[in-house]
Structure formats: structure tokens, C-alpha cells
């Protein structure tokens, strides 16, 4: 702009000075614009309007004022009235005041930014309300809070409101998939506790069948296990879905312990009969009835095969399977041979039990010699017969003895039932302690005492005498838990003969056969061989009930397995969004479908997820993709305008321009953000306007040439053809009213002496408007009209030098 105003004005020449208007005199001058100065410096102190800031920056007296009362004002189209007042007289107030309107404009592109980002929040905060991705979902909620904490203030009350209703939905489905998250890990450890419940029992049944016969586990200690593993199976089945055949080996081991208990139970309680039988054999053989309550007691007791069988059993056992006595055979040399030696070795280990103080051993093998003994000749008898006498004895100086030492301890045992008789304890603990003291009784080898035995059997009566109303009420339990199945049977029963499966609500047979298991096993403890019966007719309508279930949830397996195979087929679908719609699509069919099998659905779920989430993760590719893309172009459009900002109309050049426009035109093709693209636009027109600006300061400065070469009668340049034309319709105008037109376009004022003539003009333009006559297009038209006139149409003698000079200063004035 320099270098144009300096071509401008390089051709003007000094023109005489006006003559001296009458003047004030320059105190009474001073003291005006004092008076003045201090007035509008008193508006500007109090609180002036905005119609008082606009004409004070204006005509303020001093630049300090107009300056004070423009940095004042705010609004916006005041801001223009001032800035176009001023260019071109207040070169400070006319740079201050554009700088607050390019504040402005700043402010408004990021105010327009700020809501264009809170729109956008709040539509990936619904977005991520109903998106089905589980994919960081938590995080993503997270990083969203994070965004909206940093313009939360700027967001008005509805889209405050419009975000939280989002945030909402959002925490809701956390919540869900925080629920689905604990129900399944509830599912896993349900399974864990199933197999090492089943796990617990196997290895408990595999101690009890290697464990001594001599030696069995404490009954209490295998009760509670089988009562805790009973009730840990119930919570670990409880409202989940178990196999069939974890279910069958859970049943087979817990009855198998169970079967031993009971075994076990009698045992103990049938342990001094059986001891007392036994010291009844005579010749290894019983009597016949003895034989017979032998028989009676073993079937009592039922012991279970597969486990170690106690000693007492086992001898009963052998001597009801012996044969009866036959007459003895001759039996040939050989024979005798072995069966002396068998004899002699069995003398041997008898010496060696009675040197060990064995009671419990020496008798059986004594037992045993007198048996091989009979199975000798006379000649072998008798060879060996001072032995057996010898070593019979000291068998009974054995037991003797044991029987002095045993004696305060059996004693003891006696007076211990005796208290425990007068004790009031749990039933259960109580008979429990009756059970091990026995056990202790027999554990010393029983006493030669009948009178002892009798205090101790007595004392044992009287103890377990509270237990039998317990164990009797336990027994009436059984059988009302026994009552409950066969209800539950008849329930099930009734309910198949009188119901249409086919046409009947799945979900809700479903439910009665979940139902149905759940009493059943709430319907515990029954009697195991009572209950055989019952459970056999409860699996047969289980499985009359399951079986068409099971046919549809096959069917419904197939379907859901049929949409997750179109599921698939939709990750490479085009376009995207008519594959995500498919996916949504595919979720509602998904929901109607009806009941399957729980570990086959969260098969085909987990499938059918995975599908969808490839799908909706393209579409969140593709945002990645469009939002990075975004920011490129972001960062370019910054890049550039930066450099474009500095093009200034002091500073800018022509071909600068044109190459700024060009880079701005192809940087516009790019895929950037709203904000950015509404800076680019407006930078787009600046540069345009700068680049209109210096077009027409060119136009003018050719004009400054005309009318400079008319004015010096020089040799005039070729004028426009069309000058002619416009010259022609002005042809009436004298050269002072062509001055004054151009004044009154260019919006300066016009000298006093002709402000006459510029109201008669200004009422004879508007009377033109009013009327519709023609007003001679646009002000750069009717201008140049004026110049064209001013070089073809006037005569030498009219075009004065301070009219040339009016004429060019309303032009450079018309630069806007």
C-alpha cells in the first residue's frame, strides 16, 4: 500500500496555498477544544451509551479518547460503523478496532467449535449407550467423562441434561455386563466346586476301601464329610445348568458312602453280638443256631463290597461258608508232611505273639494250631502236643494278665458311659461318643468279667436311650421327604397326561422342570433303599418331560447357529452401514429365539459377539481413519492460514495473493473439520477482498494518470472505448458537480461553499431511487462515469487544478 501511495502521489504538483479564512483567535481556539476535550473525557468516565462510544470514537477531540471509546465498545456492527468511519483518517482507532473484531470472530469460531464438540460428545455418549461393543467399554465411558469435564461449563442446561440421560444408558449397561461378568464366573466356580466335591468323594472312597479292616476311619468324621459335600453339592448346583454325567458320578460316589455309613453304623452297633459269636466257635464250626443269628446279623448289616471288610465279618463269613464236619479221610504221607509242617510253623508264630504279649494274635493262632492239629495223625498229635500244652499255658497266664491290666481301664470305659448316660448332648455327638467308647471296650479284647460287661452294656442301653427318639424323628423326616417326591412325581405326573407339550410355552416348562429338580432335592434326607423306587419313576418322567425340551433346543441351537453363519458373512458386507443394520437386525431375531442349552448358547453367543463386534469395528476403523484424516487436514489448514494471516493489505503483493488463494483452494478439497473450514472460508474471502482492494487502487491509479494528463494538457493515453458512452450520459455536468458526485459516492465531505449544491444533489440521487430512474449501477461504475466525463467531456478551461485534487481524493477514498 506504501509503494501505491507513494505512485499516487509521485505526479502531484504544488498547488498555491487557499487563501486565509477568517480565524478565532487561538486562545479562544485552545480554550474550545479544552472545554471540549474535558467534556467528552466526562462521558467516557461515566457510563456512556453506545451511541455516545460510537460518535466519541469518531470525533473524539484527542486520538486518546477515540482510542478509550473504541477499546470500549463490544458490539459488533458498532465495530464496523467505526472501522469503515475511520480507515483512512484514524489510522490507531481504525487498527484497534479491527483487531477486536478479529478477536471477535476468533471468540465466535471457538465458541462454534466448543458447541460443535459438545454436540459430538454427546452423540458418542449416546452412540456408546446403545452400542453392543464390550471392547473397553468402561474406559471408553471413562475417557468420554474426561472430554465433557473440560467443557461441561460452556454446555447449556438441555445438552448438560441430553449428556447425563447418555451417561446413564452408559453406566446401566456396565452394570449389566458387570452382572453377566459375575453370573459366569458364579458358573465357574459352581463347576469348581462340582469337581472337587466329586473329586473330595472318589479319594475319601478310595482311603476307605485300602484302609485296614482293623482299623476303620472315625464314623463321625465320615459323616460330617458326607453331610458337608451333600450340602456343598446343593449350592454349587443351585440355578445353573449340570451335566448328566457329572451328575451320575456325583450320585454314584455320595451313595456309595453313603451305603458305607449305614454298614458301618450297624457294625458298631452290632459289634459285641458278633464279638460274642465268635467266642462261641467251637472246633471252628458253629452250632446251628448260632449259625443262623450269625447269618441274620451279616444281613443286617449288608457290608458293601469294595470296602475292607472288619475282622469280626470276615470270620463270620468264613465259618458260615465252612462246611459241615466230615469223617475224617486217610490222608497219605505227603499230606501228613504238610499239614505238620503248617502245624509247627504255626506253634512258632504263636511262641513268637505270646513273647510279644499279644493277646488278640496269640488266641487266633492257638485257635488255628488246635484246628491243624486235628487234621493229624496220632503219631504228628502227638508228637507236639507237650508244645501246644506248653504254649497254652502261657496263653491263659497271657490273659491273665491282660485282664489284670486291662481291668481299670474296662473300668474306666464303665464309669465313662455312666456319665455320658446322665449328659444332655446333641443326639448325634452323643451316639457318636457311645461309638468310640465301644470301640475302646473292644479294642482291650472284651473282659472274662460277665459282671463288668453287664455294667458297661447297661450303661451303654441308658446312654443311647435319648439318641433313639432323635434317630426315630430322623427316620420320620425320611419319610416325609420320601412323601414330598412321590408328590412331586404325582405333580409331574399329572401335569404330561393333562398338557400338549407341542403347543405349550417352552420357557415355562423349562422352569417347572428346573423347579421340579429343585424340591427334589430340597426333599433330603430319605432312606436309600425306600427311595429307589421313587427315583426311578422321577428320572422316568424327567426324562418324559426333557425329551421335548431337548428337541427344542436343538432346534433352537440351529437357529441361532443359522444366524451366527450370516453374522459372519457380514464382516466383509459393503457398504458398512447396510451391514450394520443387517447385525442389528441379526440381534433381534436373536432375542425371539427361544430356550437352548446354556453351555451351546454362550457358544454361538460368543461366536455370534465376535461377529458383530468385527462389524462395528470397521465402522469405528473408519472413524478412526475419517477423524485422523480430520486432524491432517486440521494441521494443515492451521499451517497454512498462519502463513496467510501475516498478508496484510500494507504488505501483500499481487502474485503473494494469487498464491495464497491457489494453496487455499486446494487445501478446501480436503476432508477437514467445520470449524476449520468455516476459518478457511473466511480467510478465502479476505484475500479475496485484499485482492478486489488492489484491483481497484490499480484502476485508480491509471485514472490519477488521466485525469493528471487532462489537467496538464499533455499527450493523453488511449481511454477506455466504453469511456465515451459514459461520458455522454453525463454530458450536462458542470466540473463542480461532477467533484461533488464523486464525493458524495466516495461518502467524504464536500467543501462548505458546495455543500449547497451537494444537498441538491444528494435530494435529486434519492428522488431518482424513489422513483425507479436509473441511478447508474454501482458506486466503482458511477465513478469511473465521473472520471470519463471529467477526461472526454469537459472543456480545458473547467478542469482547475483543486478540483483535479478533490476528484482524486474522493477516489482514493472510495478504496475500501
Same mark, same amino acid.
Given at each position: 500500500?506504501a509503494?501505491f501511495i507513494?505512485?499516487? $502521489?509521485k505526479?502531484?504538483k504544488?498547488?498555491?496555498?487557499?487563501e486565509p479564512?477568517?480565524q478565532?483567535?487561538i486562545?479562544e481556539?485552545r480554550d474550545r477544544?479544552d472545554?471540549?476535550?474535558?467534556?467528552q473525557?466526562?462521558?467516557?468516565?461515566?457510563?456512556p451509551?453506545?451511541?455516545?462510544?460510537e460518535? @466519541?470514537?469518531?470525533d473524539?477531540?484527542t486520538a486518546?479518547i477515540r482510542?478509550?471509546?473504541?477499546?470500549?465498545i463490544?458490539?459488533r456492527?458498532t465495530?464496523n460503523?467505526?472501522?469503515k468511519a475511520?480507515k483512512?483518517?484514524d489510522?490507531g482507532v481504525?487498527?484497534l478496532?479491527?483487531n477486536?473484531?478479529q478477536? &471477535?470472530k476468533?471468540a465466535?469460531?471457538?465458541l462454534?467449535?466448543?458447541?460443535e464438540?459438545i454436540?459430538?460428545l454427546i452423540?458418542q455418549?449416546?452412540e456408546?449407550?446403545?452400542?453392543?461393543d464390550?471392547?473397553?467399554?468402561?474406559?471408553?465411558f471413562?475417557?468420554l467423562?474426561?472430554?465433557?469435564?473440560?467443557i461441561e461449563?460452556?454446555?447449556s442446561?438441555?445438552?448438560?441434561?441430553?449428556?447425563?440421560?447418555?451417561?446413564s444408558g452408559?453406566?446401566?449397561r456396565i452394570q449389566t455386563?458387570?452382572?453377566?461378568?459375575?453370573?459366569q464366573?458364579?458358573?465357574?466356580n459352581?463347576?469348581?466346586? *462340582?469337581a472337587?466335591?466329586i473329586?473330595?468323594?472318589e479319594?475319601?472312597?478310595?482311603?476307605?476301601k485300602?484302609s485296614a479292616a482293623h482299623a476303620?476311619?472315625s464314623?463321625s468324621? %465320615?459323616?460330617?464329610?458326607?453331610?458337608t459335600?451333600?450340602?456343598?453339592w446343593?449350592?454349587?448346583?443351585r440355578?445353573?445348568?449340570?451335566?448328566?454325567?457329572e451328575?451320575?458320578?456325583?450320585e454314584?460316589a455320595?451313595q456309595?458312602l +453313603?451305603?458305607?455309613?449305614?454298614a458301618?453304623?450297624?457294625f458298631?452297633?452290632a459289634?459285641?453280638?458278633l464279638q460274642?459269636?465268635l467266642?462261641q466257635v467251637?472246633d !471252628?464250626?458253629?452250632?446251628e443256631p448260632q449259625?443262623?443269628?450269625?447269618?441274620?446279623l451279616?444281613?443286617?448289616?449288608?457290608?458293601?463290597?469294595?470296602?475292607?471288610?472288619?475282622?469280626q465279618l470276615?470270620?463270620?463269613n468264613?465259618?458260615?461258608?465252612?462246611?459241615?464236619a466230615?469223617p475224617?479221610?486217610?490222608?497219605?504221607?505227603?499230606?501228613?508232611?504238610q !499239614?505238620?509242617?503248617?502245624?509247627?510253623?504255626?506253634l512258632?508264630?504263636?511262641e513268637?505273639?505270646l513273647e510279644?504279649?499279644?493277646l488278640k494274635?496269640? *488266641?487266633?493262632?492257638?485257635?488255628k494250631a488246635?484246628?491243624?492239629q486235628?487234621?493229624l495223625?496220632?503219631?504228628?498229635?502227638?508228637?507236639?502236643q507237650?508244645?501246644l500244652?506248653l504254649?497254652g499255658?502261657?496263653l491263659r497266664?497271657? !490273659?491273665d494278665?491282660?485282664?489284670f491290666?486291662t481291668?481299670?481301664?474296662?473300668l474306666a470305659l464303665c464309669e465313662?458311659m455312666?456319665y455320658l448316660?446322665?449328659?444332655p448332648?446333641d443326639p448325634?455327638?452323643?451316639a457318636e461318643?457311645?461309638?468310640?467308647l465301644?470301640n475302646?471296650w473292644?479294642e482291650?479284647?472284651?473282659?472274662?468279667d460277665r459282671?463288668l460287661w453287664?455294667?458297661?452294656?447297661?450303661?451303654?442301653d441308658?446312654?443311647y436311650?435319648?439318641?433313639?427318639?432323635y $434317630?426315630?424323628?430322623?427316620?420320620? @423326616?425320611?419319610?416325609?421327604?420320601?412323601?414330598?417326591?412321590?408328590?412331586?412325581?404325582?405333580?409331574l405326573?399329572t401335569f404330561l !397326561?393333562n398338557t400338549d407339550?407341542?403347543?405349550?410355552?417352552?420357557?415355562?416348562?423349562?422352569?417347572?422342570l428346573r423347579?421340579a429338580?429343585a424340591?427334589? +432335592?430340597a426333599a433330603?434326607? %430319605?432312606e436309600?433303599?425306600d427311595?429307589?423306587?421313587v427315583?426311578?419313576?422321577?428320572?422316568?418322567?424327567l426324562k418324559?418331560?426333557?425329551?421335548?425340551l431337548n428337541a427344542?433346543r436343538e432346534k433352537?441351537?440351529?437357529?441361532k447357529?443359522?444366524? %451366527?453363519e450370516r453374522?459372519?458373512a457380514l464382516k466383509e458386507?459393503e457398504p458398512?452401514?447396510?451391514?450394520?443394520n443387517?447385525?442389528?437386525?441379526?440381534?433381534?431375531?436373536w432375542?425371539a &429365539?427361544g430356550?437352548?442349552?446354556h453351555?451351546e448358547?454362550?457358544?454361538l453367543?460368543?461366536?455370534?459377539r465376535?461377529?458383530?463386534?468385527?462389524? $462395528?469395528d470397521?465402522?469405528e476403523?473408519e472413524r478412526?481413519a475419517?477423524?485422523?484424516e480430520t486432524?491432517?487436514a486440521d494441521?494443515r489448514l492451521?499451517d497454512?492460514?498462519?502463513?496467510t494471516s *501475516?498478508l496484510?493489505?500494507?504488505?501483500v503483493?499481487?502474485d503473494?495473493l494469487?498464491q495464497a488463494?491457489e494453496?487455499l483452494?486446494k487445501?478446501?478439497?480436503?476432508p477437514?473439520? *467445520?470449524?476449520m473450514?468455516?476459518?478457511?472460508?473466511a480467510?478465502r474471502?479476505?484475500?479475496?477482498?485484499?485482492?478486489?482492494?488492489?484491483?481497484?487502487a490499480d484502476r485508480i491509479?491509471?485514472w490519477h494518470?488521466? &485525469?493528471?494528463?487532462?489537467?496538464?494538457?499533455?499527450?493523453m493515453?488511449?481511454?477506455p472505448e466504453?469511456?465515451n458512452?459514459?461520458?455522454q450520459?453525463l454530458?450536462?455536468l458542470?466540473?463542480r458537480e461532477l %467533484?461533488v458526485?464523486?464525493?458524495?459516492?466516495s461518502?467524504?465531505?464536500?467543501?462548505?461553499h458546495?455543500?449547497?449544491?451537494?444537498?441538491?444533489i444528494?435530494?435529486?440521487?434519492l428522488?431518482d431511487?424513489?422513483?425507479?430512474g436509473?441511478?447508474?449501477?454501482?458506486s466503482?461504475?458511477?465513478?469511473?462515469?465521473?472520471?470519463?466525463?471529467?477526461?472526454?467531456g469537459l472543456?480545458q478551461?473547467?478542469?482547475?487544478?483543486d478540483?483535479a485534487?478533490?476528484l482524486?481524493?474522493a477516489?482514493?477514498a472510495?478504496?475500501?
Amino acid at each position: 500500500m506504501a509503494a501505491f501511495i507513494r505512485k499516487l $502521489f509521485k505526479n502531484r504538483k504544488a498547488q498555491p496555498a487557499p487563501e486565509p479564512k477568517p480565524q478565532a483567535p487561538i486562545a479562544e481556539a485552545r480554550d474550545r477544544q479544552d472545554e471540549l476535550k474535558s467534556e467528552q473525557d466526562s462521558i467516557l468516565k461515566g457510563q456512556p451509551t453506545l451511541a455516545q462510544l460510537e460518535q @466519541l470514537s469518531i470525533d473524539g477531540v484527542t486520538a486518546d479518547i477515540r482510542q478509550r471509546a473504541a477499546s470500549t465498545i463490544d458490539d459488533r456492527d458498532t465495530l464496523n460503523r467505526v472501522q469503515k468511519a475511520s480507515k483512512g483518517k484514524d489510522k490507531g482507532v481504525y487498527q484497534l478496532v479491527r483487531n477486536k473484531l478479529q478477536e &471477535i470472530k476468533q471468540a465466535e469460531a471457538a465458541l462454534s467449535e466448543t458447541r460443535e464438540r459438545i454436540q459430538a460428545l454427546i452423540r458418542q455418549a449416546e452412540e456408546q449407550a446403545r452400542s453392543e461393543d464390550t471392547n473397553l467399554y468402561e474406559a471408553r465411558f471413562e475417557a468420554l467423562l474426561k472430554q465433557w469435564e473440560q467443557i461441561e461449563a460452556q454446555a447449556s442446561a438441555e445438552q448438560a441434561s441430553a449428556f447425563l440421560n447418555a451417561c446413564s444408558g452408559c453406566r446401566e449397561r456396565i452394570q449389566t455386563f458387570a452382572a453377566a461378568a459375575a453370573e459366569q464366573q458364579r458358573h465357574a466356580n459352581q463347576s469348581q466346586q *462340582r469337581a472337587s466335591t466329586i473329586e473330595l468323594l472318589e479319594a475319601t472312597l478310595d482311603d476307605l476301601k485300602d484302609s485296614a479292616a482293623h482299623a476303620l476311619p472315625s464314623l463321625s468324621a %465320615v459323616d460330617a464329610l458326607q453331610k458337608t459335600q451333600e450340602i456343598r453339592w446343593l449350592e454349587a448346583t443351585r440355578d445353573t445348568q449340570v451335566q448328566k454325567s457329572e451328575q451320575k458320578q456325583y450320585e454314584t460316589a455320595m451313595q456309595a458312602l +453313603k451305603a458305607f455309613l449305614v454298614a458301618a453304623r450297624r457294625f458298631s452297633t452290632a459289634t459285641a453280638s458278633l464279638q460274642a459269636l465268635l467266642d462261641q466257635v467251637s472246633d !471252628n464250626t458253629l452250632a446251628e443256631p448260632q449259625l443262623t443269628e450269625a447269618k441274620t446279623l451279616l444281613g443286617d448289616i449288608a457290608w458293601p463290597p469294595g470296602f475292607a471288610v472288619p475282622e469280626q465279618l470276615r470270620q463270620l463269613n468264613t465259618l458260615i461258608k465252612t462246611p459241615a464236619a466230615r469223617p475224617d479221610k486217610p490222608l497219605d504221607d505227603e499230606q501228613q508232611k504238610q !499239614n505238620a509242617r503248617a502245624f509247627s510253623d504255626t506253634l512258632d508264630q504263636l511262641e513268637q505273639a505270646l513273647e510279644a504279649r499279644q493277646l488278640k494274635e496269640s *488266641r487266633q493262632l492257638f485257635k488255628k494250631a488246635q484246628q491243624l492239629q486235628k487234621a493229624l495223625n496220632k503219631a504228628n498229635a502227638r508228637s507236639h502236643q507237650a508244645r501246644l500244652q506248653l504254649l497254652g499255658g502261657q496263653l491263659r497266664e497271657l !490273659n491273665d494278665w491282660q485282664g489284670f491290666a486291662t481291668g481299670p481301664k474296662q473300668l474306666a470305659l464303665c464309669e465313662q458311659m455312666e456319665y455320658l448316660a446322665d449328659q444332655p448332648m446333641d443326639p448325634e455327638a452323643k451316639a457318636e461318643r457311645i461309638k468310640e467308647l465301644q470301640n475302646e471296650w473292644r479294642e482291650l479284647g472284651g473282659s472274662s468279667d460277665r459282671t463288668l460287661w453287664d455294667r458297661f452294656k447297661k450303661a451303654s442301653d441308658a446312654a443311647y436311650e435319648p439318641c433313639k427318639a432323635y $434317630f426315630a424323628a430322623k427316620s420320620g @423326616l425320611k419319610q416325609t421327604n420320601l412323601d414330598k417326591r412321590s408328590t412331586i412325581c404325582d405333580e409331574l405326573e399329572t401335569f404330561l !397326561n393333562n398338557t400338549d407339550l407341542s403347543r405349550s410355552d417352552w420357557k415355562a416348562i423349562d422352569q417347572i422342570l428346573r423347579t421340579a429338580r429343585a424340591e427334589w +432335592k430340597a426333599a433330603w434326607p %430319605v432312606e436309600f433303599r425306600d427311595n429307589r423306587t421313587v427315583q426311578k419313576r422321577f428320572d422316568a418322567l424327567l426324562k418324559r418331560l426333557e425329551s421335548p425340551l431337548n428337541a427344542e433346543r436343538e432346534k433352537n441351537e440351529q437357529l441361532k447357529q443359522a444366524i %451366527v453363519e450370516r453374522a459372519q458373512a457380514l464382516k466383509e458386507l459393503e457398504p458398512l452401514a447396510e451391514a450394520m443394520n443387517q447385525a442389528k437386525a441379526l440381534q433381534g431375531e436373536w432375542q425371539a &429365539i427361544g430356550i437352548t442349552r446354556h453351555r451351546e448358547d454362550r457358544k454361538l453367543w460368543r461366536a455370534f459377539r465376535q461377529a458383530c463386534d468385527a462389524v $462395528f469395528d470397521r465402522r469405528e476403523a473408519e472413524r478412526s481413519a475419517h477423524q485422523q484424516e480430520t486432524e491432517a487436514a486440521d494441521q494443515r489448514l492451521r499451517d497454512a492460514l498462519a502463513q496467510t494471516s *501475516r498478508l496484510t493489505d500494507q504488505s501483500v503483493t499481487g502474485d503473494a495473493l494469487a498464491q495464497a488463494l491457489e494453496e487455499l483452494n486446494k487445501l478446501s478439497q480436503q476432508p477437514a473439520s *467445520r470449524p476449520m473450514s468455516d476459518q478457511l472460508a473466511a480467510e478465502r474471502s479476505r484475500l479475496k477482498a485484499l485482492q478486489a482492494l488492489q484491483v481497484q487502487a490499480d484502476r485508480i491509479a491509471s485514472w490519477h494518470q488521466y &485525469i493528471d494528463a487532462c489537467l496538464d494538457n499533455s499527450a493523453m493515453p488511449t481511454l477506455p472505448e466504453a469511456w465515451n458512452r459514459r461520458s455522454q450520459a453525463l454530458a450536462e455536468l458542470s466540473a463542480r458537480e461532477l %467533484v461533488v458526485r464523486a464525493e458524495i459516492l466516495s461518502e467524504i465531505p464536500s467543501p462548505e461553499h458546495d455543500q449547497a449544491l451537494r444537498m441538491e444533489i444528494q435530494v435529486q440521487r434519492l428522488s431518482d431511487g424513489l422513483g425507479g430512474g436509473n441511478t447508474g449501477g454501482n458506486s466503482r461504475d458511477q465513478l469511473e462515469s465521473l472520471v470519463a466525463h471529467w477526461c472526454i467531456g469537459l472543456d480545458q478551461s473547467d478542469r482547475a487544478a483543486d478540483m483535479a485534487e478533490r476528484l482524486k481524493l474522493a477516489l482514493n477514498a472510495s478504496i475500501s
